[in-house]
């Protein structure tokens, strides 16, 4: 799922609806109630409500839907995290044990060089 463009177009979507919405309200003379400006009290409360309710609750639960989807996105990424931390310490656990080995080794052959001189000398 390509996150961004979920986004985006749900920002689209809401700014078309605010549109609508600023139009319809500028043409019908109701008042805004996007911008908290409330209808009259003479008003049903049915008058006009429904369309924008549909829409306003699609927009919720699309939000909704991706919130999920970022969520479990995220659990993902961490479980895969979790995973490159354990892998990288059991690698740099056995390169570490490989260079003590070799400057073990080393230790014991620049001992044993120094005993030869030692003993030619």
């Known amino acids: 799922?390509?996150?961004?463009?979920?986004?985006?177009?749900?920002?689209?979507?809401?700014?078309?609806?605010?549109?609508?919405?600023?139009?319809?309200?500028?043409?019908?003379?109701?008042?805004?109630?996007?911008?908290?400006?409330?209808?009259?009290?003479?008003?049903?409360?049915?008058?006009?409500?429904?369309?924008?309710?549909?829409?306003?609750?699609?927009?919720?639960?699309?939000?909704?839907?991706?919130?999920i989807g970022v969520c479990q996105d995220l659990a993902v990424l961490r479980d895969e995290l979790a995973g490159l931390r354990r892998q990288s310490n059991e690698q740099f656990a056995s390169a570490r044990s490989k260079v003590l080995g070799t400057c073990e080794a080393l230790r014991h052959d620049m001992i044993d060089l120094a005993v030869r001189l030692d003993r030619l000398l």
């Open 1 to 67: 799922m390509d996150i961004e463009a979920a986004i985006s177009e749900l920002k689209n979507r809401l700014a078309a609806l605010e549109a609508m919405m600023r139009s319809d309200d500028t043409a019908s003379g109701r008042p805004n109630v996007l911008y908290g400006h409330f209808p009259a009290e003479d008003s049903t409360p049915e008058e006009g409500v429904t369309t924008w309710e549909v829409a306003i609750a699609e927009v919720r639960a699309d939000v909704a839907d991706l919130h």
